[in-house]
């Protein structure tokens, strides 16, 4: 008798006379396994469907979280703004400065930029001092958090946010020109007036979409170069001046 151990792994037994070979163990073609990738080696191995699976739930909920402490803080400046006085609304500025077109009504690019960085040394974003006539009246505005139109609500945001803010820097880094939009680098950082006194600092850039039928910005979109829930946490850290004075670099 013989005995030969196939390829697939079935283990069969040969007699020396004319009998059939006996199949004493066949392997069982129809059990199907699921396979687990695997990456790392040892007890820190995860399967990539359960990392990915939670990075995915961790985007979600810090998006959500995002969203909820943005829509919070617009309710809450709505709120700070019925006990804000009337001098604290005009030293907001109101931008009402009328740009001048061409014949067919198009502002002159230059025109905008040169209103843009303008704005940027009055610190637009917190005080509300935004150029009205740069842009067109339904622009979108993005950012991290969410978007909305409509320049009016912009303007207010942007006023009722820094009735909320004890101290502000804010610097235009470099200006970029394309096509169809100009970038502007930038550089905030703030004291919030809660009483723990929490410092706000990033780094980031917006995009200005110009509109070819007027010229003006249709399109105002955030990017900022700091992870979104490192913001949210910035926002809850006391500051290091909590219990005395704090100067903003």
Not at 105 to 124: A, C, L, M, N, P
Not at 175 to 189: A, L, M, N, T
Request: glycine share 10%.
């Amino acid at each position: 008798m013989a005995v030969t151990l196939s390829p697939t792994s079935s283990l069969t037994l040969h007699h020396t006379s004319n009998h059939r070979p006996v199949e004493v163990f066949r392997s069982n073609r129809h059990l199907n396994f699921t396979k687990l990738r695997c990456t790392g080696g040892g007890d820190n191995s995860t399967t990539t469907d359960s990392s990915t699976s939670t990075q995915s739930s961790d985007s979600e909920s810090g998006n959500l979280l995002l969203k909820t402490a943005w829509y919070g803080s617009e309710l809450l400046g709505i709120a700070a703004s019925f006990f804000r006085s009337p001098e604290k609304i005009v030293e907001g500025g109101n931008r009402t400065v009328e740009l001048a077109g061409d014949g067919d009504g198009v502002v002159d690019r230059s025109i905008i930029v040169e209103t843009i960085k303008g704005d940027f040394q009055r610190s637009y974003f917190v005080t509300g001092a935004v150029t009205l006539d740069a842009y067109e009246d339904d622009c979108e505005f993005a950012d991290p958090a969410g978007s909305f139109r409509g320049l009016r609500r912009f303007k207010r945001n942007c006023t009722n946010f820094g009735s909320l803010i004890q101290k502000s820097n804010m610097k235009l880094m470099k200006w970029e020109d394309y096509e169809d939009k100009g970038i502007g680098h930038w550089r905030f950082s703030c004291t919030m007036s809660f009483p723990w006194k929490p410092i706000l600092s990033a780094t980031g850039y917006t995009e200005y979409y110009l509109s070819k039928e007027s010229g003006k910005v249709c399109r105002h979109v955030e990017h900022w170069n700091v992870p979104k829930m490192a913001l949210f946490k910035q926002l809850l850290k006391p500051s290091k001046g909590f219990w005395g004075k704090n100067e903003l670099g």
